[in-house]
């Protein structure tokens, strides 16, 4: 089973491993300074920003494996 999943959000896989924070970064995501990374899932998230929810959790869960 993934480490991370579409439903979590970022806050949670932020505290995971600090290596997602410059998997974020890759894909344009400054979420450590957003207010919104508390409450908004992955899936919120790269919906929002018009990114493809699988590639994100794709080099994601990659960070775990």
């Known amino acids: 089973m993934p480490a991370i999943s ?3 959000t970022f806050h949670e896989v932020m505290s ?4 997602v ?3 974020l970064g890759s894909f344009n ?9 508390q409450h908004e899932t ?3 998230g790269a919906l ?3 990114l ?3 590639e994100l959790l794709t ?4 960070i775990f494996d």
């Open 29 to 37: 995501l400054g979420c450590v300074g957003c207010m919104g990374a």
């Open 59 to 62: 080099a994601l869960n990659a």
């Open 16 to 19: 995971k491993n600090p290596e």
């Open 42 to 44: 992955l899936e919120q």
């Open 6 to 8: 579409k439903d979590m």
């Open 48 to 50: 929002a920003h018009g």
């Open 21 to 23: 924070v410059k998997v």
């Open 52 to 54: 493809d929810v699988e």
